[in-house]
């Protein structure tokens, strides 16, 4: 089975800081995601990346940036945290664009 | 904008029950469509992937069909646990992408 593995589950942090939220997954997968789901607001797409040093902005990439420097691994970076940044994030990768998407267990991140 | 719906929002029904779960979505050109199951707390898990150019798909207990002209798609559990407890999710993919625009999600109860 296709493993997509979050470095992180629990993760509190202050505001400013710079957080690094890191996804890796084991089966040579082409695309990669990330997402924010919240109460209410659902699951939110913040970027995507097709390939290896490619990436797209999502629905709300305001605030954070990537970086896939190797095929097998997707960051996501808040480069000064805030409080409205607290969330569930979670990290997904498909083959291609016509097969399914495999999620990650998630990194619940606190910011005060 | 693809908008997807899950009615009902919440649904609990006692254990051996058959119950059906439904989603809707506004744009029916669509290339796939896919189930998750959501525990409390962790990520996503996939379900069943379902391709626009079929009408069905089935794993286990589980049955999913997808009527895209109609933009309705089902989720069929059969003799339901309360293992079976979880959030159930819809996304449809479309677009060159494929990329998934998720429901708000059923919470499904089964009581023992």
């Known amino acids: 089975d296709v493993k997509v593995t979050q470095s992180s589950r629990y993760l509190v942090k202050r505001t400013g800081e710079k957080v690094f939220l890191e996804c890796v997954q084991d089966m040579d997968h082409e695309n990669m995601f990330w997402y924010r789901q919240d109460p209410g607001l659902g699951l939110r797409l913040i970027y995507f990346s097709y390939d290896v040093k490619m990436k797209e902005k999502g629905d709300i990439p305001e605030g954070y940036s990537v970086s896939r420097e190797k095929k097998e691994r997707f960051s996501l970076i808040l480069e000064s945290a805030s409080t409205n940044q607290t969330s569930m994030y979670l990290c997904?990768?498909?083959?291609?664009?016509?097969?399914?998407?495999?999620f990650g267990s998630g990194t619940r991140l606190t910011v005060v | 904008k693809q908008e997807v719906t899950q009615i009902p929002a919440a649904l609990s029904v006692p254990e051996g029950e058959n119950l059906v779960l439904n989603c809707s979505f506004t744009?029916?050109?669509?290339?796939?469509l896919q189930w998750f199951r959501q525990d409390p707390g962790k990520g996503l898990t996939s379900l069943l992937l379902i391709q626009s150019s079929q009408r069905e798909q089935t794993s286990g207990r589980l049955n999913a069909s997808l009527d895209k002209s109609s933009g309705r798609s089902t989720l069929y559990i059969a003799a339901s646990q309360p293992g079976d407890s979880a959030t159930y999710l819809c996304?449809?993919?479309?677009?060159?992408?494929?990329?998934?625009?998720f429901g708000s999600g059923t919470q499904l109860t089964v009581l023992p």
């Open positions: 744009d029916s050109a669509i290339y796939n």
């Open positions: 996304a449809v993919g479309a677009g060159s992408a494929r990329q998934l625009t």
């Open positions: 997904a990768s498909r083959r291609g664009r016509d097969y399914g998407y495999t």
